[in-house]
């Protein structure tokens, strides 16, 4: 198939061929809002020359550099929350946005902290994912103090000194899950729940809203011990394939965090058990595909592109009027994905 050509770049902008020229050439009497619509429809159709039309657009706009941390650079889903910010960076039009990642190996939180104090002085803003630790607050004051916000994402710490929260309620996250469970079971019976550790607060968050709704609402189930997985696949699948194993009543699984697949690939080798409601978090192609055998019954996921486009835009006014007195935060509701969903990954 050919490449795009400016004729097939104007239609589908909307405009002359000889202002896709202008813009291609950098020449001034062409307004921003016609620059951004032509980089837009070069984006969607692949036009060779959309770094040039991108580079017009930024050429007078300062730089804003964004610190992004997250977990595990080897996870599609933390892969997947890095490209959503770098394309709304791309998209932004108020500044050059120049998103730096960094990834934590480890559940230490002294590693977090550590990451946290390297960004200092090479960005203006940092939104991050983790353990909620004394070391990390630390490390997020000291950054504070040097006038560098910082925002948690998806898991909640350093509340009362950092900027922002940016994720789901996980409280009523957890309500969720347990509802679904307790309407999809065939029948009331024992029901499993996973979490990545106790420093996670988003996912102790999750567990006192899911042992909340059954305490509240569907006293009949019986809730197991929560199990800790270190958000891994190994640890999930052998913890799952163990209660498949102990408990033949056992009607649902909840897995509040990371190491989905591996009780992903334990239902679905274990379909001996009829009727196991399994809900997990975030839409990966891992999910997707368990959504699509039937193994998984609901995911709910983070509208990531959503919270990425309004973080940015948040971090580049508060870098122009400066911090909150009172640190805030913002709830996003869940995308709720079935096997009846129609998929657009």
């Not at 050429?59 to 929350?81: I, M, N, S, T, W």
């Not at 560098?148 to 350093?158: C, N, Q, W």
């Amino acid at each position: 198939m050919s490449r795009p050509t400016i004729a097939d770049l104007a239609k589908a902008a909307g405009v002359s061929t000889a202002t896709v020229d202008r813009v291609l050439n950098g020449r001034h009497n062409v307004r921003e809002e016609t620059v951004r619509r032509v980089h837009e429809a070069a984006e969607q159709i692949g036009y060779h020359g959309v770094n040039v039309i991108r580079h017009r657009l930024w050429a007078d706009k300062p730089e804003f550099r964004l610190g992004l941390v997250l977990q595990k650079p080897r996870h599609h889903f933390y892969q997947q929350v890095l490209a959503i910010f770098e394309a709304q960076a791309r998209a932004c039009t108020e500044r050059r946005v120049r998103v730096i990642p960094r990834f934590v190996e480890s559940t230490r939180p002294e590693e977090l902290a550590e990451i946290l104090r390297g960004l200092r002085g090479r960005v203006d803003a940092v939104a991050a994912t983790g353990l909620d630790h004394h070391v990390v607050t630390q490390a997020v004051q000291e950054l504070r103090g040097a006038g560098i916000p910082v925002y948690s994402l998806l898991s909640d710490f350093a509340q009362g000194v950092r900027e922002s929260y940016f994720g789901t309620n996980n409280l009523k996250m957890g309500r969720n899950a347990g509802w679904f469970i307790s309407k999809l079971a065939r029948q009331p019976g024992k029901v499993g729940l996973f979490v990545g550790g106790p420093r996670f607060h988003g996912h102790e968050l999750r567990e006192t809203g899911f042992r909340s709704y059954f305490r509240d609402a569907a006293p009949r189930f019986q809730l197991l011990d929560t199990q800790i997985n270190l958000e891994t696949r190994e640890l999930t699948y052998e913890a799952t394939m163990n209660l498949i194993g102990r408990y033949p009543d056992l009607v649902g699984l909840y897995v509040a965090g990371g190491g989905m697949e591996g009780a992903i690939q334990a239902v679905r080798e274990s379909r001996a058990v009829p009727g196991l409601v399994l809900i997990v978090n975030e839409l990966t192609p891992d999910s997707q595909s368990g959504l699509q055998d039937d193994v998984v019954s609901v995911v709910l996921a983070t509208p990531v592109r959503q919270l990425a486009a309004d973080l940015i835009a948040l971090m580049i006014a508060t870098s122009e009027k400066g911090m909150a007195e009172t640190p805030g935060q913002r709830f996003f509701p869940p995308e709720v994905w079935t096997p009846e969903s129609e998929f657009m990954m």
